[in-house]
């Protein structure tokens, strides 16, 4: 672990390899677990705003569950979250054949919206836990996601280069930069 700002940062984040490997998980990481995708506060005001835009790209069932649930909901632990089908699917999943996608990046990447999906999404598998007075930003394995180490692995490409945009969106240019510094002299 090592500190960079107001964030406490495991190592794990630049020595281990990680790509996303749809053609092997399907996705799966929108539809297997135990709550919805964590959100932050301003983003509930956002997936409340948009959601009259996405929800044409959404399945009859994801509709019914953000009608039924409300566009963000407090999982059980108190925390911000998207909602579930069923306690299982993101109510803001789709699928292209077997394989499951986001139906607010859908809209995104039509140029319908121009948020891309919430951060701890665009982030994964890179989990961030807010404390009092820092923030820990820890690599989050999950066994569904072992292709994507694989396929990390065989490309050579470490998990924060990856989540790049991700870590830039959350913590801005210049602590990526600094992420990067680190990750330099820890090769050295």
Same mark, same amino acid.
């Given at each position: 672990?090592?500190?960079?700002?107001?964030?406490?940062?495991?190592?794990?984040?630049?020595?281990? #390899?990680?790509?996303?490997?749809?053609?092997?998980?399907?996705?799966?990481?929108?539809?297997?677990?135990?709550?919805?995708? %964590?959100?932050?506060?301003?983003?509930?005001?956002?997936?409340?705003?948009?959601?009259?835009?996405?929800? %044409?790209?959404?399945?009859?069932?994801?509709?019914?569950?953000?009608?039924?649930?409300?566009?963000?909901?407090?999982?059980?632990?108190?925390?911000?979250?998207?909602?579930?089908?069923?306690?299982?699917?993101?109510?803001?999943?789709?699928?292209?054949?077997?394989?499951?996608?986001?139906?607010?990046?859908?809209?995104?990447?039509?140029?319908?919206?121009?948020?891309?999906? %919430?951060?701890?999404?665009?982030?994964?598998?890179?989990?961030?836990?807010?404390?009092?007075?820092?923030?820990?930003?820890?690599?989050?394995?999950?066994?569904?996601?072992? !292709?994507?180490?694989?396929?990390?692995?065989?490309?050579?490409? !470490?998990?924060?280069?990856?989540?790049?945009?991700?870590?830039?969106?959350?913590?801005?240019?210049?602590?990526? #930069?600094?992420?990067?510094?680190?990750?330099?002299?820890?090769?050295?």
């Amino acid at each position: 672990m090592f500190q960079l700002g107001k964030t406490i940062v495991s190592e794990d984040i630049l020595e281990k #390899e990680f790509v996303c490997n749809l053609t092997a998980c399907h996705g799966a990481c929108c539809v297997d677990g135990d709550a919805g995708a %964590p959100l932050l506060q301003e983003e509930t005001a956002i997936l409340e705003t948009i959601y009259p835009k996405v929800k %044409p790209f959404l399945r009859p069932e994801g509709i019914a569950a953000i009608e039924a649930q409300g566009t963000w909901v407090k999982g059980t632990d108190g925390d911000l979250e998207t909602p579930l089908i069923d306690n299982k699917d993101c109510a803001y999943v789709i699928f292209d054949g077997k394989t499951a996608l986001c139906g607010i990046e859908q809209a995104y990447n039509q140029g319908i919206i121009d948020w891309k999906k %919430p951060v701890s999404c665009h982030l994964y598998p890179i989990r961030v836990k807010d404390f009092s007075s820092f923030q820990a930003v820890n690599y989050d394995r999950w066994d569904i996601c072992s !292709p994507a180490c694989s396929l990390g692995k065989e490309l050579e490409v !470490p998990v924060y280069k990856f989540v790049k945009e991700a870590l830039v969106r959350r913590f801005g240019n210049e602590w990526y #930069e600094e992420l990067e510094k680190v990750a330099e002299d820890l090769k050295k």
